[in-house]
């Protein structure tokens, strides 16, 4: 059997040739090598690893057994469907839109084009909203909350997310989450917080499919509502003034004029899911505004910004006057994540 040279299958993928499967087909260390340097000619610096996540999603595997069978010879059918997954890759197609799923707080959630692909800063929003429960809990009863800002995580803390607030025993809060995209924030919050109403809106119906699916495929589509309509205009009618615990929102923020400048696996995504207008705070300036009319009073705006934005989104809650100082929460990457404040008037 003629065997397949390293040098010739980046030929193959950008060929999308399939012409010499049937002589012969390289092993699985043979293909990731091929892959690596077509994945780094193309400028992707995790190229190896999504050479690995791409062949073990061909072979059906966990992408460590890969290195216990690094002399298997691939079947045709699977190295003709490799070369084919490499060239979407190679033109810088999101790897969360080929596999079609991308991991978010330890959950495996679907995407795919036309959705937001859910970032690992995001779960600092989760964070956040989870630890301004805690403080909203402990103002009913002793303090059992961490500073806001702290990342610690707890088993006492873990145990307090699912105890009753105050003396009302069995309720759970009821939180707004704007710009849902894939559910991700709200199928976290979810599974973190079993007594919990939560109202998810976006203005995408291929968004809301999606999310409704990834709740489906983790149990909790029973305790999310999802509205399609633009912000609070989708809970209306759904949701009583001045009665949610929690508004969440992951909203477009960057500047117009920086999407050109985004990597290119950006410029595949939503662009109603990235534009924040000219400052990037369009849509954050709207949630300010609206929220305290849908917030009880001392409930709590989480809010995922830029990482350059905290001041002037700071500035927005000062500005409203019907809020507490707004707080910031850093990434695991100490960059500035959620702006999180209070609705005043407890």
Do not use: K
Not at 150 to 155: A, G, L
Not at 226 to 247: I, K
Not at 254 to 270: A, K, R, S, Y
């Amino acid at each position: 059997m003629i065997r397949l040279r390293l040098p010739e299958i980046p030929a193959l993928v950008r060929r999308g040739s399939l012409s010499l499967l049937a002589r012969s087909c390289p092993d699985v260390e043979a293909c990731l090598r091929g892959g690596t340097l077509v994945l780094e000619q193309a400028g992707i610096e995790t190229a190896r690893l999504d050479a690995e996540c791409l062949l073990a999603a061909v072979l059906g595997c966990p992408r460590w057994r890969l290195g216990l069978e690094p002399h298997r010879r691939l079947l045709p059918e699977e190295f003709g469907r490799t070369l084919r997954l490499l060239q979407r890759r190679e033109q810088r197609e999101p790897l969360a839109y080929i596999l079609g799923t991308r991991e978010f707080w330890s959950l495996p959630l679907a995407v795919s084009p036309g959705v937001l692909v859910p970032r690992p800063e995001t779960e600092t929003l989760v964070e956040a909203t989870l630890a301004a429960w805690e403080e909203m809990r402990a103002t009913s009863r002793e303090p059992c909350a961490p500073p806001f800002g702290s990342n610690t995580r707890s088993p006492e803390l873990d145990a307090a997310r699912h105890a009753p607030c105050g003396g009302n025993r069995g309720a759970g809060p009821t939180i707004v989450e704007l710009c849902t995209g894939s559910g991700a924030v709200a199928v976290a919050l979810a599974t973190e917080l079993p007594a919990a109403r939560i109202l998810a809106a976006d203005v995408s119906w291929r968004a809301l499919r999606v999310a409704r699916a990834n709740a489906e495929r983790h149990g909790v589509a029973d305790r999310i509502t999802f509205r399609r309509g633009d912000l609070f205009r989708a809970v209306d009618g759904r949701l009583p003034d001045n009665r949610a615990d929690l508004v969440v929102a992951n909203p477009p923020y960057i500047p117009t004029g920086d999407l050109v400048t985004l990597m290119p696996e950006v410029q595949w995504e939503p662009r109603v899911a990235l534009d924040g207008g000219a400052d990037g705070l369009r849509v954050a300036r709207e949630i300010i505004e609206a929220s305290p009319a849908r917030l009880r009073p001392g409930g709590f705006l989480l809010l995922e910004i830029g990482a350059e934005q905290a001041e002037a989104v700071q500035g927005l809650v000062a500005a409203a006057g019907r809020w507490e100082p707004a707080r910031v929460r850093c990434d695991l990457a100490g960059r500035p994540r959620v702006v999180a404040t209070r609705r005043r008037g407890m």
